[in-house]
């Protein structure tokens, strides 16, 4: 168990505040330049696309009472049903429909003003810069244009497993084994994709167990992306990290050293499971990766619905 001292000291070794100046709202997104896109590029071989986004409905990740307050499964009705834009027999007729959803339902990323630790957020912003208008600051928003090389970091296989069994940590030393073991290295400005496998429990239709217990980062992982300069990291899990955490007394400590330290957004709820399987069959495991999140102003969460090309 880490104390709360030495949690102190591993975020001085990851602090990104002011690296950008003062009013920076990126984080490590500032890695991805347009060099680093470009190179990207070169990771399309085969074409192949894959969508890593769960579907959106009422039976997603969400259950009452052990979700987040308040965070439900979208709930998509219709407006309007075959309505007729006239009285012409001839007219033509439109359907619509409404979606009521959090923003972090289903697979999304964590805008950096997600979490606050000690009453600061990102590069010193005030807490207090969510308001009931929501992310004054930080919002999702700020995030932009997100496309980069992306990268598999497939631990599930690295340890010959398909799904990492419950409180697996991946820590920073089982994060360099399977980069060195699939013979890419993790190079700034990437968006690194961890696989534990867990996202196989959703998709056969078992939530409570795709919630409890979750193979998950450790608090030490982190230091990994900060050395290797990553633009953002995901998972296929729902909290990133382990719960409890191995921290004295600090229940997210992988979301403290990422979102308000590193400046680094997170993504949760991804669908790695054919991408990876893809990337083991020819032992190529980086991708051109989209995975712009949707422009909801303020919002401390973003839906997306990423897409690797390989």
């Given at each position: 168990?880490?104390?709360?001292?030495?949690?102190?000291?591993?975020?001085?070794?990851?602090?990104?505040?002011?690296?950008?100046?003062?009013?920076?709202?990126?984080g490590t997104l500032n890695f991805i330049t347009p060099e680093v896109v470009r190179k990207a590029s070169a990771s399309v071989v085969t074409g192949e696309?894959?969508?890593?986004?769960?579907?959106?409905?009422?039976?997603?990740?969400?259950?009452?009472?052990?979700?987040?307050?308040?965070?439900?499964?979208?709930?998509?009705?219709?407006?309007?049903?075959?309505?007729?834009?006239?009285?012409?027999?001839?007219?033509?007729?439109?359907?619509?429909?409404?979606?009521?959803?959090?923003?972090?339902?289903?697979?999304?990323?964590?805008?950096?003003?997600?979490?606050?630790?000690?009453?600061?957020?990102?590069?010193?912003?005030?807490?207090?810069?969510?308001?009931?208008?929501?992310?004054?600051?930080?919002?999702?928003?700020?995030?932009?244009?997100?496309?980069?090389?992306?990268?598999?970091?497939?631990?599930?296989?690295?340890?010959?497993?398909?799904?990492?069994?419950?409180?697996?940590?991946?820590?920073?030393?089982?994060?360099?084994?399977?980069?060195?073991?699939?013979?890419?290295?993790?190079?700034?400005?990437?968006?690194?994709?961890?696989?534990?496998?867990?996202?196989?429990?959703?998709?056969?239709?078992?939530?409570?167990?795709?919630?409890?217990?979750?193979?998950?980062?450790?608090?030490?992982?982190?230091?990994?992306?900060?050395?290797?300069?990553?633009?953002?990291?995901?998972?296929?899990?729902?909290?990133?990290?382990l719960l409890p955490s191995n921290v004295e007394d600090v229940m997210l400590p992988v979301h403290i050293l990422c979102l308000v330290m590193m400046g680094m957004i997170q993504g949760q709820n991804w669908v790695l499971e054919d991408l990876a399987a893809a990337c083991d069959r020819d032992r190529r495991?980086?991708?051109?990766?989209?995975?712009?999140?949707?422009?909801?102003?303020?919002?401390?969460?973003?839906?997306?619905?990423?897409?690797?090309?390989?």
């Amino acid at each position: 168990m880490l104390s709360v001292a030495e949690f102190d000291t591993l975020a001085e070794r990851v602090d990104n505040w002011k690296r950008w100046g003062a009013d920076d709202q990126l984080g490590t997104l500032n890695f991805i330049t347009p060099e680093v896109v470009r190179k990207a590029s070169a990771s399309v071989v085969t074409g192949e696309t894959f969508s890593l986004s769960m579907s959106l409905s009422l039976d997603g990740p969400q259950q009452s009472g052990t979700s987040v307050p308040g965070r439900i499964n979208p709930v998509r009705t219709m407006l309007t049903i075959n309505a007729p834009m006239s009285d012409s027999p001839d007219s033509v007729a439109y359907s619509d429909d409404i979606v009521v959803t959090p923003t972090q339902a289903g697979t999304h990323w964590d805008a950096l003003s997600h979490c606050s630790h000690r009453g600061l957020m990102y590069n010193g912003v005030p807490a207090d810069a969510v308001d009931a208008s929501g992310a004054t600051r930080l919002g999702i928003e700020a995030a932009g244009t997100i496309v980069s090389r992306g990268i598999l970091l497939d631990v599930a296989r690295h340890q010959g497993v398909d799904r990492l069994p419950g409180r697996f940590a991946v820590t920073r030393a089982v994060l360099e084994a399977v980069e060195e073991a699939q013979g890419t290295p993790v190079e700034e400005g990437d968006i690194v994709l961890v696989r534990t496998g867990q996202v196989s429990h959703f998709l056969a239709g078992d939530v409570p167990s795709y919630r409890r217990p979750v193979p998950a980062l450790d608090y030490d992982a982190p230091l990994f992306l900060h050395e290797r300069r990553a633009a953002a990291a995901a998972i296929d899990n729902m909290p990133m990290e382990l719960l409890p955490s191995n921290v004295e007394d600090v229940m997210l400590p992988v979301h403290i050293l990422c979102l308000v330290m590193m400046g680094m957004i997170q993504g949760q709820n991804w669908v790695l499971e054919d991408l990876a399987a893809a990337c083991d069959r020819d032992r190529r495991y980086t991708f051109l990766l989209d995975a712009t999140p949707e422009r909801f102003l303020r919002s401390t969460g973003g839906m997306v619905n990423p897409v690797a090309i390989r």
